[in-house]
């Protein structure tokens, strides 16, 4: 039998952060393969959940474990997985709902969500932005990273909320008197900042401001490890401004 794990189940650090009503997409595929078959039993699939994912860290596999018994009671409660007719032993199979709800499942979103290292972000990124990434919502996940810049801006040049967009970013950088223009840089890096800035606002947080945009996943990923970038930059921007 191949690796049921790899086969059905998300990775360790994207399942823990699944609710249990998408986890149990999952569990429901992993239900529903006849080479996994033997698990359907409550009993055996407990045996199952209490070591997952092999090679992971012991706190990492309980916390697993406990989410995928939350997904196995969401799955019972809803009635998508059911007691097969006549078992005397916790014998369960898929419903009909619960096939038809597979069958509408997007998977491969989650399988994506590796293209964005959770570890490698900004905390605010990571817990605003990451969660919606792993969801294939990737028209959304680039807007929010780059308002998060905007935001930070704004907070750190002490600029209303009325203020925003490129024009802001200009002001806020503007080689000669911005507010967050390093004055120990030469002119030249000064106005370059400044152009990435509002470069990276004009390009990645307008356009969804008026439509949706059909970011590829890859695509939206390296928008989003821009966005960390930035975000770092702001982070240093505020230490000299607090020195």
Known sequence: ???????????????????????????????????????????????????????????????????????????????????????QNEWYEVSRRGKALQAQADFEAYRRGGLLRRDSLDPTLEQKVWPLFIRGDYDVVVFQAFKLIEVKVRRLADYPDSDYGVEMMRRAFAASGGPLADPKQEKGEREAVAALFWGAIGVFKNPGSHRVVAWHPAEAAEAVYLANTLLRMLGQIEERMHK
Do not use: C, I
């Open 1 to 87: 039998m191949s690796d049921p794990y790899a086969k059905h189940l998300p990775p360790p650090d994207v399942a823990v952060e699944l609710p249990p009503e998408e986890l149990a997409l999952f569990v429901l595929r992993f239900l529903n393969d006849p080479e996994t078959s033997s698990y359907r039993n409550r009993y055996s699939f407990t045996l199952l959940s209490s070591t997952p994912y092999p090679g992971t860290e012991r706190k990492q596999r309980e916390a697993v474990a406990m989410a995928l018994a939350e997904a196995w009671a969401w799955l019972e409660r809803e009635g998508l997985v059911v007691l097969r007719p006549g078992s």
